[in-house]
């Protein structure tokens, strides 16, 4: 059941939601591992077809079509969109806040397609800024190019929130009805961010 769970998160994410390495998803012996799977829908059918390749004994390569299109994992939001609730995901409500905003992200990602290419681009904006802070501490840059980064920032930054009080506003009338009927004695469930 296990493995047959994990190829489906493979086909709809492009990664294992159980370890963050693609070679251990490949059969002990085995070169390569490959799963492949359709979806019919209202959207129309969907062909996808992820194969792993083993370079070495910890790395390889990964080759993701859709449609028998050759495409970036980021392609597959919301082409099989899924919900995995495993033993581990009780970390969110116990673990770092970290773990909270990754599994929001994932979820904004599959709701809100623009989601994932904006929070990436907050990512580089966020390591360049920062490569230009060490600079400056080095006296190596002047403090003349963090406005243009400062702004970038901003504005990257601003379509991250935005999503994200987007999906937390369509989450919280279902999450509190939810709520109100698994502890109706334990007061009304309030999302804030």
Known sequence: KTSLLEAIVLLSRGSSHRTGTDAEMIRWAASFARVDGRRDGAGGAAEVDVMLVRDGPSGGRKRIRVNGV??????????????????????LVVGAPGLRRAALDALASQRFPAYAADL????????????????????????????????KLLESGAAVLAARHLLLGELAAPLASAHAEIAPDEGRLELSY
């Open 120 to 151: 990436s681009a907050y990512g580089r904006v966020l390591t360049q800024r920062n490569h230009l802070l060490r600079a400056i501490r080095e006296e190596q840059a002047s403090r003349d190019q963090l406005a243009f980064w400062d702004a």
């Open 70 to 91: 050759p495409r970036r994992g980021s392609a597959l939001v919301g082409v099989l969109r899924t919900v995995v609730f495993a033993p581990e995901e009780m970390l």
